[in-house]
């Protein structure tokens, strides 16, 4: 089974530092990047792709530096970017042929293969339609399609649920999910639903840095004692609102129940509240998003 581990891994961008001195161990399982945009998931999983090189540090695959393994360690990848391209006159069927050949399938495998993924993906029945047909959630399906073709043991996937719908994004887990026994999986995402339940290891990412990993559990637990709720008069939750984080906020007869992020208590009468992975994405992102608005 395959064992991917970064040493001190930085990538600067002229004057920025994109990834900072990041090392990590990951062993087959779904590993989840939460992070708001900005926070270097993307540089880092190209990184771990081999589509860029470090600035400093190493990734070993299995003990051997990737660069030095370079077209062996391809053949163990499934990648799928935030944008990935594709020929919009070809048909879904005709594409993933295109790809598997270009991933090295065996041509014995490559059409037993392409109806497999067609069909995991829900897209056997439109196979023969133009790609340039398709909604962006069938797209994206068709991306996660071609980021399996070759059975990868490293599967790499960024920001992989964008334009699925909820019944989608469902499937697209449950797929993920099924697959892991024996993979590193890799998941980039802001989507807190994405990673929450099924993967084995989340990492929060800031700034280059990874400021908290574990299971969801040993997560959510970094924000004990920060989270609080409090059922306020209306003109009292308008005031709260704009005071503090408010990770959910939703209308009980004439009072309003707020879910506050806070580090200190932020009224009298609020009680602490058991941390959801959402609140420990709003605690730690929540400046970055504003910043982005």
């Given at each position: ?33 939460l992070g708001a945009n900005g926070a270097g998931k993307t540089t880092l999983l190209r990184m771990l792709c081999g589509v860029l090189k470090p600035t400093s540090g190493e990734i070993r695959c ?232």
């Amino acid at each position: 089974m395959p064992q991917l581990v970064l040493d001190r891994v930085t990538r600067h961008f002229k004057n920025k530092i994109a990834v900072d001195a990041v090392s990590l161990r990951l062993q087959p399982g779904i590993h989840g990047f939460l992070g708001a945009n900005g926070a270097g998931k993307t540089t880092l999983l190209r990184m771990l792709c081999g589509v860029l090189k470090p600035t400093s540090g190493e990734i070993r695959c299995n003990g051997t530096d990737i660069r030095v393994l370079d077209g062996e360690y391809r053949y163990l990848l499934g990648y799928l970017p935030q944008d990935f391209g594709y020929y919009p006159d070809f048909s879904a069927k005709r594409y993933l042929e295109y790809l598997a050949a270009c991933k090295a399938v065996p041509d014995a495998l490559a059409k037993e293969r392409v109806q497999e993924m067609l069909h995991l993906v829900g897209l056997d029945g439109e196979q023969r339609q133009k790609i340039k047909s398709f909604s962006g959630g069938m797209i994206r399906r068709l991306g996660i399609a071609q980021a399996l073709l070759n059975d990868p043991e490293i599967l790499i996937l960024d920001e992989p649920t964008s334009g699925l719908d909820p019944k989608e994004r469902i499937r697209f887990r449950n797929i993920i999910s099924a697959l892991s026994k024996e993979k590193i999986v890799i998941l980039s995402t802001h989507i807190v639903s994405d990673v929450e339940f099924i993967a084995d290891q989340i990492l929060l990412m800031k700034q280059g840095r990874i400021i908290e990993k574990g299971s969801s559990r040993d997560v959510t637990d970094s924000a004990a004692g920060k989270v609080w709720e409090y059922l306020a008069r209306p003109d009292e939750a308008e005031r709260l609102n704009g005071e503090f984080s408010v990770s959910n906020l939703r209308n009980e007869g004439d009072r309003v129940y707020l879910r506050i992020v806070s580090d200190r208590c932020p009224c009298q009468g609020a009680a602490l509240a058991q941390p959801g992975l959402e609140d420990v994405y709003l605690y730690y992102f929540e400046e970055l998003a504003e910043e982005t608005l």
